[in-house]
């Protein structure tokens, strides 16, 4: 009898093992899929998309105060800004600072603004991301640098923007705002 316990023990021991090391195992699983799933997110965001916020209104009304926007860091990898584009990028005047604003001209492109007109090298272009009845000071001509660009908010009277502190230097480029995803009432690709 006494030997009958005892292997009935032994089998009870050898079944909580198994148990036990199965337990182990599937936290172990948990814990790897929890560290990759981390290390990809974190890779995401560095080299691929990266959410942002809007505290200001110097892009209205292409982008309110209190919208947040995924910006695709590789966009640029394999086109150059253009024309058009909203961008995020690093204030040149404070790196720490990111801005969003809209690509107006590239380098080599002269800007200016006449009666609330964009003009580029002398020929009037239009801008239907803006409100008709905008108007803004004259400004220019200025000659972008290659390498460079001209950012303006389409908030014209409440921006920020080059032509307050000058060209932006391609160095200080993040990427480009392709969506709105918040709030749930504006969410949209960006143009």
Known sequence: MLQADNDHDKVNDAKLK??????????????????????LASLIR?????????????????????????????????????RGDVMVFRFPLDPDRDFVKRVIAVGGQTVSFRD????????????????????????????????????????????????RWGPLPEEYVIGEAVVVYWPPGRIGLLK
């Open 18 to 39: 198994v148990r036990d090391k199965r337990r182990k195992s599937a936290f172990v699983e948990i814990l790897e899929s929890v560290v990759i799933a981390v290390i």
């Open 116 to 163: 609330s007109q964009l003009y580029i090298d002398g020929t009037p272009v239009e801008e239907n991301y803006l409100p008709d009845d905008l108007r803004f000071p004259d400004f220019g001509p200025v000659k972008v640098p290659e390498d460079n660009y001209f950012m303006m908010g389409d908030n014209r009277n409440n921006s920020d923007d080059s032509r």
């Open 46 to 82: 560095i080299f691929i998309f990266s959410p942002f916020y809007i505290p200001s209104g110097s892009m209205e009304p292409t982008l309110q105060i209190g919208d947040r926007i995924i910006v695709s860091k590789l966009n640029y990898h394999f086109t150059e800004p253009a």
